[in-house]
C-alpha cells in the first residue's frame, strides 16, 4: 500500500503536464471584437465578394428598401430645416453619399459624382450627401468651411442620428463613404469604400447610375470637377495607341527598314504605312514620335537603307508636328494643374523617355 501512494501522484503529475501542453500547442483564439477586428479595404460594390478580403458591408443592400430618414440642411433654402431625401425623391432614381470621413479621397469623389447627378436632375435624378458627425456644430461649420471645395446646389444635410446615421441603415462607421443608388424607393446598388478612388470606384458607380436613369456612362475626362491633372492624364491615355495597335504597327514599319531591302520594296512598305495612318491619328503621333526621336538622334545610320532613312525623315516631317503638339497639350496640362494644385498635390510621374526601340 505505501507503494501505491507516489505511483499515483506520478500519474496525477503526467496527466497534469500532458493537458498544459496541449493547451500550449492549441491556444484558443480571441473572441473579436469592435476595437481588435480590422476591416480589409474595399473599394467595390459591396454585394462583391473577394477570396482576398473580406467583403464589406454598410447600408441596406441590394433589393432591400430604402426608408425614409431626415437631416437637417446646411445651405440656402434647406439650412435650419429637417429634409428627407427619400421622399423629395418621390420613389424616382436617388443617388445618396454619406460622408463618414472628410479627407481629400472622398470629398473629391464626393464632388464629381454629385456634380454629374445634380446635372441629372432633369431626368429625374434626386441627388443627397449626409453628412456624419456626433457634432452638430462643428460639422456645420466645418461644411461652410469647405463649402468651395463641394459640388454647387448640391442638397447637404446634418444627419440628425450623429455618426451612426439613420438606426434602420446599419451603416458601417468603418467606411469613408456609402453610396446608395435606388429606384422606386429599393435600392439597386451599394457602394462601402474604405479609400475611395475617383478611377476606379467612379465608373463603376456611374454604371449603376446609368442603369436606372439613362443614357451613355460618360467618360471620367468629361466630367466637371475632375482634377485638371488626371483629365490630362486620361486624355493622353486615350490618345495613345493601345498595344493591339502598337503591334500591327511594328510589323508595318518593319519592312521599311529591313537593310536588304530594295528601294523599290522599302517604297512599297511606306506607301502602306502612310495608307494605314489616314484614318489612324493614335497612330501618326506614334509614328511621327518613333520617326523624330530617330532623326534627332545619332543612330539614324543604324535603321535600313539610304531609302529607309529618307522615308523616315519625311514620316518626322509629316507626322512630327502632330506628335510634338501633343506632346505640348500634355504638358502643358499637367503644368498647369501643377500650379492650381501645388502645394497640395504632386505628381511623381516622370517626363516620357526620348529613348525609342527599333520596330
Not at 30 to 47: I, K, N, R, Y
Not at 86 to 107: C, E, G, M, T, Y
Not at 162 to 180: A, C, D, H
Not at 239 to 254: K, S
Request: net charge negative; glycine share 6%.
Amino acid at each position: 500500500m505505501p507503494r501505491i501512494a507516489p505511483l499515483f501522484l506520478i500519474c496525477v503529475l503526467l496527466v497534469s503536464q500532458l493537458a498544459g501542453a496541449q493547451e500550449t500547442a492549441t491556444p484558443s483564439r480571441p473572441a473579436a471584437s469592435a476595437e481588435t477586428d480590422s476591416v480589409q479595404p474595399s473599394t467595390g460594390d459591396a454585394t462583391t465578394s473577394s477570396p482576398a478580403a473580406e467583403t464589406i458591408y454598410s447600408g441596406p443592400q441590394v433589393g432591400e428598401p430604402l426608408s425614409p430618414f431626415l437631416v437637417r440642411g446646411v445651405y440656402d433654402d434647406d439650412a435650419g430645416q429637417e429634409i428627407d431625401f427619400v421622399q423629395r425623391a418621390d420613389s424616382k432614381p436617388i443617388v445618396l453619399i454619406f460622408v463618414h470621413d472628410v479627407n481629400r479621397p472622398s470629398v473629391a469623389l464626393t464632388r464629381v459624382l454629385t456634380t454629374y447627378t445634380h446635372s441629372r436632375a432633369k431626368d429625374g435624378l434626386t441627388t443627397g450627401i449626409v453628412w456624419l458627425d456626433d457634432d452638430a456644430t462643428e460639422a456645420e461649420r466645418t461644411l461652410k468651411r469647405i463649402r468651395h471645395a463641394l459640388a454647387p446646389n448640391v442638397p447637404i444635410g446634418i444627419s440628425i442620428d450623429g455618426r451612426e446615421g439613420p438606426g434602420s441603415y446599419g451603416l458601417n462607421r468603418n467606411v469613408t463613404l456609402t453610396i446608395l443608388v435606388a429606384n422606386e424607393n429599393t435600392v439597386t446598388a451599394n457602394f462601402a469604400l474604405v479609400q475611395p478612388s475617383l478611377q476606379s470606384d467612379l465608373p463603376k458607380i456611374l454604371t449603376k447610375i446609368i442603369e436606372v436613369v439613362g443614357g451613355e456612362v460618360p467618360r471620367l475626362e468629361t466630367l466637371e470637377g475632375m482634377p485638371q491633372m488626371m483629365r490630362g492624364r486620361m486624355q493622353s491615355a486615350r490618345a495613345a495607341p493601345n498595344e493591339a495597335v502598337m503591334a500591327d504597327l511594328r510589323d508595318r514599319i518593319r519592312p521599311v527598314i529591313q537593310r536588304d531591302a530594295t528601294d523599290e520594296e522599302i517604297d512599297t512598305a511606306a506607301t502602306a504605312v502612310e495608307a494605314y495612318l489616314e484614318n489612324n491619328p493614335a497612330a501618326r503621333r506614334e509614328v511621327g514620335r518613333i520617326a523624330t526621336t530617330i532623326v534627332n538622334s545619332d543612330k539614324l545610320t543604324n535603321y535600313g537603307t539610304a531609302r529607309s532613312q529618307a522615308v523616315l525623315r519625311r514620316w518626322k516631317e509629316t507626322y512630327g508636328p502632330e506628335f510634338e503638339q501633343a506632346r505640348a497639350t500634355a504638358e502643358s496640362s499637367e503644368s498647369d494643374a501643377a500650379s492650381r494644385d501645388a502645394p497640395a498635390a504632386t505628381t511623381t510621374d516622370e517626363p516620357a523617355s526620348s529613348e525609342v526601340t527599333a520596330p
